[in-house]
């Protein structure tokens, strides 16, 4: 097995296995807010527990692994062929495992053959940069959260939604209301404002590679989602849809150009299961670095 | 208000719990989902040795291995989404006797009408917590249908202790979801 295919696996185990700090942070400030007594704080307290008994037994935080998002920024001569072979080796063997469950379905045929690879999985994401390192970062994005996505197309009049970022508001806080419990809260919005229908799925998406404690550089989405984060966790749905104070952990938003006809606002929805991590390679293949 | 619920699970027993009260389930638990849920409701027998009767039924495709010993080992078991047995579920309690379902995000009318009639109340696992309730699983007890559906869809006998759940649904016409659907509703409207 080649060094980078092991550091694949290793970065996949750790994704599965281990929520990073900054989710577990804000997670563990969610349950301090929550009323002693309440469903809500028992609810958190599991959620702490299963963190803590996943990291140590080295087993998936959630039974659903997720589709599994690989972001590669590579230097120009990264041979992206072989890097993806590598890639699918890892998860293959990742999922024999047992830190990726048998998660991949074909769509037409219904048949899982157990090895969670096949068209669109894994989803690689190459990015070429001017530096000479390898920085891999992967999302393992859970199911019953991203069925609670939407996107809008403005004006929305049912909301009164128009084009500009109070109706970005009114949608994305839409979203938070429709999704209830279900999405397996608290949760983190990633919001894409402009772009085509697909790209902007693919920028909410992106989203999720940021810190939940950074802030965002332009300062009316910093602005925005700030706002966000404060009004939806006045709305009282609260970790699992039981009701209080923690509904969402953080919100993300990105925006991109978009033609003069089309105005969307797509939301990705990240469950409390928030598994992300990410490594910076040597050429060799092995790891230099943690990145969160 | 923490409840302590055995197997198996009279009328009684589960007429006395309320949403939001807080269930610790300790007994026998069978798991059904999609696959288990259709077959049943187009006329399907249950296999020998399973019996539903103030039984519980948990909407849950666990992972299970085998060890060296030749041991089922459940390594992760969170509940499933439950909304997608709605069209079955109500039958399927009225006709097996079920008392308790299990599983997250909650049900409809006709699920809650099901309970409130026949007495019945859906308790809600904490999704994704998959290794603190396979950690409440003290015996594999047996398999059923797996050959058929497969290892997630398959009929897993379960004991369990001490199992955490909440009532979101109870035998009153409770519904947790519906409560907190409206008051969020409402918290939004004033926000917008
Ligand atoms: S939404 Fe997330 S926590 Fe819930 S079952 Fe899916 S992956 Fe697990």
Known sequence: MSRLTESLIELIRRTSAEIPGDVQSAILRGLEQEKEGTIAKSALEIIERNIELAKRKSQPICQDTGSILFYVDCPVDLNQVEFEQEARGAVKEATRLG????????????????????????????????????????????????????????????LKANRDLDGCRKVILETVHQAQGKGCGPGVLGVCIGGDRASGYEFSKREFLRKLDDLNPDPKLDELEQDILKTANELGIGPMGFGGKTTLLGVKIAAANRVPASYFVSVSYMCWAFRRNGATLAGNGEITDWLY | MTHNLSTPTSEEAVRKLKVSDQVLISGVVFTGRDAVHKYLHEGGTLPDGVNLDGGILYHCGPVVLKDDSG???????????????????????????????????GMADKTLAACQEHGAVYLHAIGGAAQVLAECITQVRNVHMLEEFGSPEAIWEFEVRDFPAVVTMDSHGGSLHKVIQAQSGDALAKRR
């Open chain 1, 99 to 158: 830190y990726l469950r048998q998660n991949s379905v074909d769509s037409i045929t219904g048949k899982n053959d157990g090895t969670n690879l096949g068209p669109g999985s894994p989803n690689l994401h190459f990015h070429q940069h001017a530096s000479g390192d390898i920085a891999v970062r992967l999302v393992l994005k859970g199911g019953g959260c991203e069925n609670v996505g939407t996107q809008f197309s403005l004006p929305n009049t049912p």
């Open chain 2, 71 to 105: 041991e089922w080992q459940v390594t992760a078991a969170g509940p499933t989404t439950s909304i997608r047995e709605e069209p079955y579920q109500g039958d399927i309690i009225k006709q097996f006797g079920i008392r308790v379902v299990i599983g997250k995000g």
